[in-house]
């Protein structure tokens, strides 16, 4: 069985200072992992991807992640937050054991205050 | 780029009528998925669907439930008897193969009065 935990539901940070929205899973089996984001009334837009190739992945607008399989994290990052970036981030787990389907974390709320 | 498409964006429909949500997934991909959110909760798979038959569903994916890709082009989502606990928003998915990545559509919100 596989499980994502988003530890943070909401996250609030300033323009221009950096971005840490955390994601614990566990899988059974070699775990593909994904950040997606949704907008306000807007579909979910894959971030980034980790599919056991290089650790550090690095993603759209500015966005990177690093998968450490010892603490089984996979937090999302980006050094420098804009005013676009408040939405709603899903960390998400496939194991590929199962029927090729995903496992959802809660989301994490980010807010950009100017 | 190309995307997967979804209609209707948005749909009303009383309590026990037959809602049908559809979907034009990417069009060299291969395996598809249904997904809802209700408000305030998870993403939650419901279904995915490869080689014309289901491949895989979740206890909400009940009789209720259906799905049907009629003409190659269009995956459909079908909801016989909607319930109020129904409402939410229903995404579409897809994927040339299992290592691909998945593209989702921007939904169908469902609203069950």
């Known amino acids: 069985a596989q499980s994502v935990t988003q530890l943070d539901s909401h996250v609030s940070v300033s323009e221009g200072t950096p971005v840490l929205l955390r994601c614990n899973y566990s899988?059974?089996?070699?775990?593909?992992l994904f950040w997606y984001v949704q907008h306000p009334n807007k579909g979910l837009q894959l971030l980034l991807k980790y599919t056991s190739a290089a650790t550090l992945v690095k993603g759209i607008n500015g966005f990177e992640a690093e998968f450490k399989k010892s603490e089984t994290s996979f937090h999302l990052t980006k050094p420098s937050a804009h005013m676009s970036d408040a939405a709603e981030y899903f960390c998400v787990v496939s194991d590929g054991g199962s029927a090729r389907q995903l496992t959802f974390g809660s989301g994490t709320q980010l807010t950009v205050l100017p | 780029e190309p995307e997967v498409t979804q209609t209707p964006s948005h749909q009303v429909t009383q309590m026990g009528q037959e809602v049908i949500l559809r979907c034009v997934p990417i069009s060299n991909h291969l395996y598809f998925y249904w997904y809802r959110q209700i408000l305030g909760q998870k993403v939650e798979f419901l279904v995915s669907f490869y080689n014309n038959e289901i491949s895989e569903k979740s206890e909400i994916f009940d009789d209720q439930f259906s799905v049907e890709r009629p003409d190659g082009s269009n995956f459909t989502l079908k909801i016989r008897s909607t319930k109020l606990e129904d409402s939410a928003m229903y995404f579409c998915a897809s994927r040339r193969d299992p290592g691909n990545t998945i593209y989702f559509g921007e939904g169908s919100w469902l609203t069950v009065v």
């Open positions: 899988s059974s089996y070699s775990p593909s």
